[in-house]
């Protein structure tokens, strides 16, 4: 099992050097350079060690998707049959994911069902919103996707560079419940949309987070994995996503995210990491 480095106490801004900023907006797969705000554990990479007062994410969704076979919830998301099922459910893996030293799941996908992930869509979104409350009762973080919904997509963006989508009422509806809620975390993802305009897929679209925004959401906001992209384009991808509005930019290659780092610290010099810095750190001061 794993366990968490660190007690999680921010550092002052102003202290901070433009590198330890550049760092404090990565979250890297293992192993990862010196200072990243959080690593993403996989099960290939569970064993690997972790830096200190890093945060641990995981995926833990249930049924396929999960970094811990052995942990709850088992299942897939779409076979829960009530919210009071789900909030059991997420209640469980709050607990088991803590004991294991995790602070934060990528989970629940609050995409409605019919969309491209098949069993790890929920098949209603107060079933999704119940294990959400689950995990977060259970100590460990939830963090909803991947906004504002991949319902209507025909493909996953894990699948395919160029996916289109459609702004969904229902989907946005969601998360500006989980929003209200007290939702700390949301994932952004790698879809495009019309509504945004199709020239930025909304990871990179501004538009993207000031809808984020407006719904009341004072979080941190994580794009979906830009490693999904390849190893070339990491360092403008994080660029982008940052520029876009991004507290927290996703990969899963330890060595990409060290370039990433180097790329960002001209722009913290300039001070333009520092409202996504202050972020991340209020989130690792409300964690356990």
């Known amino acids: 099992m794993l366990v968490s480095g660190g007690n999680h106490q921010p550092t002052d801004l102003p202290l901070l050097t433009p590198r330890q900023k550049a760092a404090l907006v990565v979250v890297s797969g293992l192993p990862a350079p010196k200072g990243v705000a959080g690593v993403i554990v996989q099960d290939w990479s569970r064993r690997e060690p972790l830096p200190p007062r890093a945060l641990v994410f995981v995926d833990q969704e249930g049924g396929s998707a999960s970094t811990f076979d052995e942990l709850p919830p088992g299942a897939p998301a779409s076979s829960f049959q009530s919210p009071k099922q789900a909030l059991a459910a997420g209640k469980g893996t709050g607990r088991a994911l803590a004991r294991a030293g995790v602070d934060v799941d990528l989970a629940p996908v609050l995409d409605v069902a019919g ?109 979906d994995s830009v490693s999904v992209f390849g190893s070339e384009p990491a360092v403008q991808s994080a660029k982008r996503a940052v520029r876009a509005g991004a507290d927290l930019v996703l990969l899963t290659n330890g060595p990409d995210a060290a370039r990433v780092i180097e790329a960002l610290v001209p722009l913290a010099r300039r001070g333009l990491l520092d409202e996504h810095v202050h972020r991340v750190l209020a989130f690792r001061r409300e964690l356990p």
């Not at 939830?142 to 996953?156: D, E, I, Q, T, Y």
């Not at 007290?182 to 790698?190: I, K, L, Y």
């Open 115 to 223: 969309g491209p992930l098949g069993a790890r869509h929920f098949a209603e979104p107060a079933e999704a919103l119940a294990f959400a409350r689950g995990l977060e009762a259970g100590g460990t973080a939830a963090c909803p996707k991947h906004f504002p919904g991949l319902g209507s997509a025909r493909v996953s963006t894990d699948e395919s560079p160029h996916v289109r989508a459609r702004l969904l009422s229902a989907e946005v509806r969601a998360f500006r419940i989980a929003v209200a809620a007290g939702a700390d975390c949301v994932m952004v993802g790698h879809a495009f949309y019309r509504r945004f305009g199709l020239e930025r897929r909304a990871s990179f679209n501004p538009a993207a987070y000031r809808l984020l925004r407006r719904l009341g959401f004072d979080g941190v906001a994580i794009t």
